[in-house]
Nanobody, 118 residues
Framework: QVQVVESGGGLVQAGGSLRLSCSVS????????MAWYRQAPGKQRELVAS???????NYADFVKGRFTISRLYAKNTLNLQMNSLKPEDTGAYFC????????????WGQGTQVTVSS
């Protein structure tokens, strides 16, 4: 059974940094795509950044130049380095992993809270 677990959220002042991590277990197969999404209260979940198993990255415009996504394939681990955080970055951050072989489908973690104070 594939499981996705996020860690690293917390409270930080505006301009500060946080690093989120995501670990996928229950499979030896690498995910096709791994991604970070976020959801602010009362808003829809939105894509923050993604990376494929070919190292193609994609960033939402609102995080370009501030966030960096990285992936450790051997451990099916995903990181998100968040710098120059803004109050509007506040929300629950979710990791997703999409598999196209084996246990095919998209799996989600429970989320980790990021709060940026002004």
């Amino acid at each position: 059974q594939v499981q996705v677990v996020e860690s690293g959220g917390g409270l930080v002042q505006a301009g500060g940094s946080l690093r989120l991590s995501c670990s996928v277990s229950g499979t030896l197969i690498g995910a096709k795509t791994m991604a970070w999404y976020r959801q602010a209260p009362g808003k829809q979940r939105e894509l923050v950044a993604s990376v494929t198993n070919g190292d193609e990255t994609n960033y939402a415009d609102f995080v370009k130049g501030r966030f960096t996504i990285s992936r450790l394939y051997a451990k099916n681990t995903l990181n998100l380095q968040m710098n120059s955080l803004k109050p509007e970055d506040t929300g629950a951050y979710f990791c997703s992993a999409r598999f196209i072989v084996g246990a095919r489908g998209t799996y989600w973690g429970q989320g980790t809270q990021v709060t940026v104070s002004s």
